[in-house]
């Protein structure tokens, strides 16, 4: 019996070490020096990407949100995936969800507000003719800001020492 509960403490251990290591990571990225100038708003809420950066294996978004509405906006969640560049016709539009191993975002933005976000995905780039696209929606589905980010600007990542 002690040596599970023993097995178990040290697996909690570890768990959260690695934990505070991600942090560490994330606190260096959402230091690092904004080099992109991409943004998109809607109904108020604007989303700049500050920048796309390179460290300990995976590939590290760094986004800014600005609430200029009186409203709050309740977060649905940030999706990320590859798709095609231009819609093809009369054939399934293709799209490749990318998985977020580490993510720092904010549940609700409040109304005259700004929050960072961090994101730490697995490495992928995207092929000729096909773009990184960042969808942040709102809980209910009213409002939809989606970047588009082409292969060349992920290929441009910045490497964090």
Request: charged share 30%; hydrophobic share 45%; net charge positive.
């Given at each position: 019996?002690?040596?599970?509960?023993?097995?178990?403490?040290?697996?909690?251990?570890?768990?959260?070490?690695k934990?505070?290591?991600?942090a560490?990571e994330?606190?260096?990225?959402?230091?690092?020096?904004p080099?992109?100038?991409?943004?998109?708003?809607?109904?108020?809420?604007?989303?700049?990407?500050?920048g796309?950066?390179?460290?300990?294996?995976?590939?590290?978004?760094s986004?800014?949100?600005v609430?200029?509405?009186?409203?709050?906006?309740r977060?649905?969640?940030?999706?990320?995936?590859?798709?095609?560049?231009?819609?093809?016709?009369?054939?399934?539009?293709?799209?490749?969800?990318?998985?977020?191993?580490?993510?720092?975002?904010?549940?609700?933005?409040?109304?005259?507000?700004?929050?960072?976000?961090?994101?730490?995905?697995?490495?992928?780039?995207?092929?000729?003719?096909?773009?990184?696209?960042?969808?942040?929606?709102?809980?209910?589905g009213?409002?939809?800001?989606?970047?588009?980010?082409?292969?060349?600007?992920?290929?441009?990542?910045?490497?964090?020492?």
């Amino acid at each position: 019996m002690k040596k599970v509960i023993f097995a178990v403490l040290v697996v909690f251990a570890v768990v959260k070490v690695k934990g505070q290591d991600r942090a560490a990571e994330m606190e260096k990225v959402l230091a690092a020096r904004p080099w992109m100038n991409r943004q998109v708003t809607s109904g108020g809420i604007r989303l700049e990407m500050r920048g796309i950066y390179v460290d300990s294996g995976l590939l590290w978004i760094s986004l800014r949100a600005v609430n200029g509405a009186a409203i709050d906006f309740r977060s649905g969640g940030m999706r990320f995936s590859i798709r095609y560049r231009h819609g093809m016709r009369r054939r399934a539009e293709q799209e490749t969800r990318l998985v977020c191993v580490v993510r720092r975002e904010p549940a609700i933005l409040r109304s005259d507000s700004t929050e960072a976000l961090c994101y730490g995905l697995a490495p992928r780039v995207p092929g000729k003719s096909r773009q990184l696209v960042v969808q942040w929606v709102e809980r209910n589905g009213d409002r939809r800001l989606v970047l588009r980010v082409s292969g060349k600007n992920v290929l441009q990542a910045k490497r964090l020492e």
